[in-house]
């Protein structure tokens, strides 16, 4: 079985723009979450969908959105990007849960904001 | 609301000695216990996690975990460490009303030759 895949793997990008990335989870599962993890804050929970449908939500400000396809790909997108929105942005799929089922992680999208 | 406190941002050991890596939670038991390792450039893996029933639970590569309920700990072990066995550790929680994942702030471990 495939494993979760993210694109791009890396992204430059200036401060103001806006980003999208991508995340095909594993075939069957349901649940896709986001995180960013930055050497200061560590590893934070951004969101987390299931069935095309945002079922948590970290504490992160506006700018930052997600959404679930019906094939259960997800994407996320940062508006208006700073400096400190530099991290290293982790995709993870399950088939329930976060919190019930493993969580299997894709490799990331390192991010850097000039 | 419940939080997780790894203790030791950076733990270093000898290659063949005792790892001990600590996970403590705060509030009423969780339902479920998680630790998760973060090798150089790639994302997390599970290692262990603990449900219900036996207490001491065997993850993946040696390593093992006990779950005590009185200590509100659930610390993580390998008895002899491998210079392979370098990463970055995260225990995890789950929150009994929603089931997401409250995560510690990690723990790098390092292995001295």
């Known amino acids: 079985k495939a494993g979760v895949t993210q694109t791009p793997r890396y992204l430059i990008k200036t401060r103001g723009q806006q980003v999208t990335l991508s995340c095909s989870p594993i075939?069957?599962?349901?649940?896709v979450s986001w995180y960013q993890q930055t050497p200061g804050q560590g590893l934070q929970f951004l969101f987390e969908?299931?069935?095309?449908?945002?079922?948590n939500k970290g504490n992160f400000p506006g700018r930052f959105s997600g959404r679930q396809f019906s094939n259960s790909r997800s994407e996320m997108n940062v508006s208006t990007l700073e400096l400190g929105d530099s991290a290293l942005y982790l995709c993870?799929?399950?088939?329930?849960?976060?919190?019930?089922?493993?969580?299997?992680f894709g490799p990331g999208t390192r991010l850097l904001v000039l | 609301a419940q939080s997780v406190t790894q203790l030791g941002s950076h733990v270093s050991v000898s290659e063949g000695a005792l790892v001990l890596l600590r996970c403590n939670y705060s509030?009423?038991?969780?339902?479920?216990l998680f630790w998760y390792v973060q090798y150089p450039n790639q994302g997390l893996q599970l290692l262990l996690k603990?449900?219900?029933?036996a207490t001491l639970v065997k993850g993946i590569n040696g390593f093992e975990a006990e779950f005590k309920k009185s200590e509100t700990s659930f610390h993580l072990t390998k008895p002899s460490a491998h210079m392979s066995d370098a990463a970055e550790y995260f225990c995890?929680?789950?929150?009994?009303?929603?089931?997401?994942?409250?995560w510690g702030a990690g723990t790098k471990l390092i292995i001295k030759p």
């Open positions: 075939s069957g599962h349901r649940s």
């Open positions: 969908y299931f069935s095309e449908t945002q079922r």
């Open positions: 993870a799929s399950s088939l329930g849960r976060p919190g019930q089922e493993t969580q299997y």
């Open positions: 603990y449900t219900t029933g």
């Open positions: 995890a929680v789950s929150d009994d009303s929603n089931y997401q994942l409250i």
């Open positions: 509030s009423s038991v969780p339902p479920y």
